[in-house]
């Protein structure tokens, strides 16, 4: 069974359950974590930063209890833009499920390189499993909380598919796994996250995964703070780091060359049910042998939590 059609079997029970959930609210997840302490859903699906999973489970559950969130993001830039939705599901603060599709239209920017019309869509399947420490500083611990994500991804060009990933020597899927720890200094209004990702991805696996002059994993770090102004309101900043597995493709050298993610947002939750992210995001150079600018532009989000 393709993992295409997989996923979306898997997104529609998941939606299923969080219908389920929503409309028995049995578990009571609402009245579990303070707001935004779940995180917000990431462009992965994993719960986090907009760019970079967090160590937290999403959602409000707490112990015994189950929580889904379900999110919609936008990432519009000078040239390109990202659209990202899916589900996940939380389980006794221990376990988060993720399901997410990205839909990514480079246009005809990338003419130049025979890729007129590329579209570029991905499936992301993904498992976080609590290991230890808490996220919120308490008088028992400043250990942080430590948890252990995969994602397993599937790139699809649609007709340009066989062409682009032969081309470029990468393969149509694979899986990232990362490390992430995450500490949220209540009194001092206060969040660090640091992630430790090993992956192949090119552009985060939209253009697939290792390429033809380099095909081995490497470990990228990934860094998030953020300042809590009050209960329902946060700002922060976030970088990650990229591999470059591409620089010296066929396609030409430097033509797709890739560079870290960096941005600063804006997260509002004027309830429990619901939460707003707003950033400004820097994506660096894609492509830049045709599109030497940096692509620069806005990321916004809206997330539903039962």
Known sequence: MPFSTLLNGLLRTVVAMAAAAGAAGSAHAEQGKLLLTGGVSSIDGAAGGGLTPWAVIGSYATQGQIGTTAHITAVNTQNYNLTTYGVAVGWNERVELSLAKQDFNAGDNLAPLGLTGLHLKQDILGVKVRLTGDAVLDSDTWMPQIALGIEHKS???????????????????????????????????????????????????LLGFGGAQGDGVKLQPEISIAYLLNKKLVVGAEYRAKPDNLNRSVLGVGALKEDDWFDVFVAWAPSKNLSLTLAYVDLGKIAPAVQPKRQTGTYLSAQLAF
Do not use: E, H, I
């Open 155 to 205: 790139a699809d060009a649609g007709q340009l598919g066989p062409t682009l990933f032969g081309v470029l020597g990468a393969k149509k899927t694979g899986t990232d796994v990362y490390l992430s720890a995450t500490k949220l200094f209540l009194a001092q209004s206060f969040l660090v996250n640091g992630t430790l990702r090993a992956t192949k991805a090119n552009q985060n696996g």
